[in-house]
């Protein structure tokens, strides 16, 4: 079973050291631009996960507690990329979307390179939850400012999944 304090403070280095911080290859943005107020007004949890289906359908009956984003983790040794994402896109589809939430999920098992950048945690397999008007709503203001500018199509069809695409308006 994984350490809460060690995933903890693995999850909030990476934030700090890399998904607040201005990359070139993105275009001088952040890879999240709203991650360094996240984190510096602790508006994120983050949990140990026992089994992704089950843990993200409690999610949907549950909430995120008020905070922004919900970060589940899992050992990637005991959830094969298929596994887990086949189980965030289950839950997904017959819990979190119709009650209004999206788990976007991060498995070193399935490398996402952006630009030459690789934008994996890459110690655990993880389901980040938040709202999905919210997101929606912070993804159309980044976009109306360049934001997706440099990011490849083929990612964003992705990314965009059960989302509102902002580049469309």
Known sequence: MLDLATVQS??????????EVPHPALGGWAPCP????????????????VNPYFDLVNVARDGIGGKS?????YNPDEFSYEQFASDVTAA???????????????HPGDPEIVNGVS???GTYALALVQDLSDLNEKAQLVAKKGFYDTWPA????????????????
């Open 34 to 49: 709203y991650a360094r107020k996240a984190r510096l007004d602790r508006d994120f949890t983050v949990r140990v996960g």
């Open 69 to 73: 984003v919900l970060i589940l983790a």
């Open 154 to 169: 083929d990612y964003l069809e992705v990314l965009f999944k059960h989302r509102k695409d902002p580049r469309a308006t």
């Open 92 to 106: 997904n589809e017959e819990a979190l979307l119709p009650k209004g939430f999206i788990a976007l999920e991060d």
């Open 10 to 19: 693995d999850i909030e280095h990476w934030i700090e050291t890399f998904v």
């Open 119 to 121: 934008m994996n945690q």
